[in-house]
Every structure is written in C-alpha cells, then in structure tokens.
C-alpha cells in the first residue's frame, strides 16, 4: 500500500506538470471563445483581428460548445471574450432573475460576476420557429399558435434549445402545446432535415443563411415569447484592466446590420469561405482596417492537427500505463480489493465521451488538459484488465518454483510473471491506444484542438472535405498504431527465441 501511494503522488504530479503550460498564459495573450454555429466563429474572428489592430495578442477558440460552456469559461479565466446575445444572457445564464429588463441593471449582474458588456453590435439574431414554405402553405401556418392545434408534426429542435429556459419547455408551456415530443439533433443538421422532408419545424437563428437558401418560412411569435438577443461581446474586467479590450471590441458597435450578418454568414455557409476570410474583409469594408489572415493549406493543417492529436493521446497514454500496471499487479495480488480496481475502472469505461469531458470542464477547465484526464481514464480499464488477467495466466509451478529457490514475491513479479504477461499486457495497451484516437477527437468540442477540428468544422458547414480532413487522418493513425504495436510484438518473439 506504500507503493500504492506512491505511484497516486507520482500520477498527481504528473498531471500537475502537464496542466502547467496550459495555465501559464495568463497575462501573456487574450483567449477569444465562440460557441458551435458559424456566426459565433465569425464574430469570434472579428474579436481577434479588432484586438490584434490595437496591438493585443490573442488566440481563438473555435466551436467550443453551448452557451453554459462558454459562459463558465469565461468566469473561470479559460477565455477571456465570447459573443453573446443580451435575450441568452437575460433568459438563460440569469435565468429567473425578472429586474434585468435594461441594459444598466444587465450590466450591473454581470459586473458582480467580473464580466463587462460592450455595447450592443448592432443587430439582433432572434429565435424563431420555421417550415419549409411549401410545408407551410400546405398546412396554412403562418404563426406559432396555429401549431398547437395540428396533429402528428414532426418536431426537431436544436439540443440547446430543448434545453434552455428560453427554449421548448417554456415555448410549450406559452403556446399550449398539448405533452408534444420533439427530437434533439444539431442546429445545422436540423435545416438539412427539414429541407427533406423529415421534420415539419425546427427552430431558427434569424440571422441564418439557411432561412432564404431553403426557402423557409418563419412563423410569426404571436404571443411575443421570445425576447429580442442583441449581439454583443463578454470579457472579464479583470483582463480589460490589463488590455484595450473594450476600446478594441467598440469600434464595430452599432455598425453590423441584421442584413449585412445575414450576408456574413451566407459566404461562410453557401459559399463556403473561411471565416477568417470573411470576418477580414468586412473589417476591411466597414471600418477601413487592414488585416492579415493567416490561411494555411491542407498540409500545414494536417500537420498541426496531427501535433495536438498526438499531444493528447500520448500524454494520456503514458500516464494510464503509469497508473494502469500497477493497478492491475495490485488486483492480482489482493483479489477482494482488486475485483472491486476492476469494477471501478469498468464503470469509468460506460461512461459516454462527451458526458466525460463535461464532468472534466469544472475540474481542469477547457482545452488540452481536460482532455487528457478524460481520456486517461478511459486508457485504465484495457491496461487494468490485461494486466490482470496476464498475470492470471500464468502458469503458477513456474512461481512456486521461483519461491522455492528463495525468490521475493516482487522479484518473482518482475522476473518471471510480468515477462510472460507482457503480451497480453501490450495488447491492452495497443487497444487503449487505438480507443484514445479515436475518442480525442472529442476534444475538439472544448477547445483541445486535433482532428476534431476539420470534423467539427465540417458538420457545421456541410463539408465533407473537411470532415475527412479528420476523419481519415485519424484512421490511419489508428490503423499506424495498431501496426506499430503489432511489429513491437514480433520483435520481442524474435529476441525471446534468439535468447533462447
């Protein structure tokens, strides 16, 4: 048990050294958040170029989920500016508190979270529901009310709306919707069924490209359940005392029609420009600043992916075999306890990936390192397991017999058992391994980087170049990994006989 705690404070400081460099950039730059639709990445880029015009380093994290991420992000320290909407900042983050009606009191809570507001952008981009125009014409629907007495509609909503305050439990109960079901699905995937056919009504971001590029019609919010979500920037006062970042962040406010976003959007989304493109050029356009972006090719992008990707699974990788060995010796030696090592580390296992980097985020924050802790526990179980179960597998007159000859239970373990378990134990770390590829590309979802990136990227702009940007990349380490593991095990076979 000594050895055991050891090992525990060894593990700690091991992750203690690897969350270091994440940490120590306080002060240095300015981390600019947006959440997963294209108009967040946008503004998100408009952010950065304004910031670095006025001389501000920055870095920004794209896609990096909904708005309780970003928002606890923010007053964590993890991102320093997000684009947020006054009707989401209202309905949602200070959800039930009914005296923020004005923009002075809005601003007053969140300076008692250490959070300031720029100034309204110039545009709102509202909910709203939305059909196809044919599907509506056909049912005679031109308001929200009217869906409440139609049967059978297929219902599909965005997973953050189904969850939000503002959303479908409180557009239910305002319009009367008799225990309707409605299924969650990703915003932008949502537009791609309804043009199919296989949904009836959605909800829509008014600013979307998708609303004239499908032919949608927007029904009307007769009962006035929504309120209006002005565009707007968060940033924590703390590092506007360090930095021009209110300076920098007005000089668009007031200038960005509902119109001209509209259009923004579009180029991103139809035309299939870069977000950093376009963010550019409207600079350019409406306040005479010159900006350079910073495009790389397909090669360069691989290769930073491929960086970050290895970063998190090979950090993660040498901490679980740290850990993961040991733990499965332990359950060898002591079978009660060990059973009990094996139940935890399956447990851990079940748990879904993205549910594991949410419980991660309170804990390490976003990016990198919460990441490799989640997927240092998914490493556990294979490499528990085989251990385990090599060490089982061997057979026991070779260990008498090493007792007999006045061995010690760790020499006979490292002598004897670990040498003939060690197959089965690289095979446990082989398929860890291969899970951990696989799974980092979660990651991607909170700012961690690697072949998540170009994934993500392209689902929400209906890519499927970018998609297998990632996607085969990722493959084909994974497939790379397993035949590097499998050419260790030959050479070892080799040895072993030339030993011999």
């Known amino acids: 048990m000594r050895n055991l705690k050891k090992l525990y404070l060894t593990i700690t400081a091991f992750l203690i050294l690897i969350a270091g460099p994440a940490q120590g950039f306080e002060g240095k730059s300015i981390s600019i958040g947006s959440k997963a639709f294209t108009e967040s990445v946008i503004l998100g880029e408009i952010a950065s170029f304004l910031l670095k015009a006025d001389g501000v380093p920055n870095v920004h994290r794209r896609q990096m989920g909904g708005t309780r991420i970003l928002w606890n992000a923010l007053r964590r320290g993890d991102i320093d500016v997000y684009p947020e909407y006054t009707g989401t900042i209202r309905q949602e983050i200070y959800a039930g508190k009914k005296s923020l009606t004005d923009p002075l009191s809005l601003k007053q809570a969140l300076a008692r979270d250490g959070i300031g507001m720029s100034s309204p952008l110039g ?56 225990t309707r079901d409605a299924r969650g699905l990703d915003h932008d995937l949502a537009y791609r069924a309804l043009s199919q ?79 950093s493109d376009v963010a ?53 030696w002591h079978e009660t306890p060990g059973q009990l090592v094996l139940g935890i580390s399956g447990i851990v296992q079940t748990i879904p990936g993205l549910a594991m980097l949410v419980f991660m985020i309170p804990i390490f924050g976003i990016g990198a390192f919460p990441t490799i802790a989640a997927l240092f526990l998914y490493s556990l179980l294979p490499i528990v397991r085989n251990t385990y179960t090599g060490l089982k597998g061997v057979d026991k007159s070779l260990t008498e017999a090493a007792k007999m000859f006045g061995l010690s239970r760790l020499s006979c373990l490292i002598h004897i058992q670990l040498p003939l378990a060690l197959p089965i134990i690289i095979t446990g770390i082989k398929t860890s391994a291969v899970i951990n590829i696989g799974t980092a590309t979660l990651g991607a979802i909170i700012g961690a980087g690697g072949y998540g990136q170009p994934i993500l990227t392209g689902i929400r702009l209906d890519n499927i170049s970018l998609i297998l940007e990632g996607a085969i990349p990722a493959a084909a380490m994974a497939i790379a990994t397993q035949y590097l593991f499998e050419l260790l095990e030959k050479r070892r076979s080799k040895l072993g006989k030339i030993k011999k």
Do not use: C
Request: charged residues 20%; aromatic residues 12%; glycine residues 4%.
């Open 123 to 178: 545009f709102a981009n509202n909910y709203a529901l939305g059909m196809t125009a044919a599907r509506a014409k056909e049912l005679n629907v031109s308001r929200i009310s009217q869906l409440s007495k139609i049967q059978n509609l297929q219902l599909g909503f965005s997973n953050e709306f189904l969850d939000r305050s503002d959303g479908w439990s409180s557009l239910k109960r305002v319009y009367n919707f008799k």
């Open 280 to 332: 550019s050029h409207f600079l350019k356009e409406k306040i005479f600043l010159q900006t350079e972006t910073n495009s790389q090719n397909l090669y360069q992008r691989i290769i930073r992916s491929t960086g970050e990707h290895l970063w998190l699974v090979m950090l993660s990788m040498l901490a679980a075999i740290i850990l993961a060995v040991p733990l499965g010796v332990y359950s060898f």
């Open 197 to 275: 056919g296989l949904l009836d009504v959605t909800d829509l971001y008014t600013t979307d490209a998708e609303i004239s590029y499908y032919k949608l019609r927007t029904l009307e919010d007769d009962l006035n359940h929504f309120p209006s979500y002005e565009a707007v920037y968060l940033y924590r006062l703390q590092r506007a005392s360090q930095f021009p970042l209110l300076k920098s962040l007005t000089r668009i406010a007031g200038k960005v029609s509902a119109i001209q976003m509209a259009g923004l959007n579009k180029m991103v989304k139809i035309e299939k420009k870069s977000e």
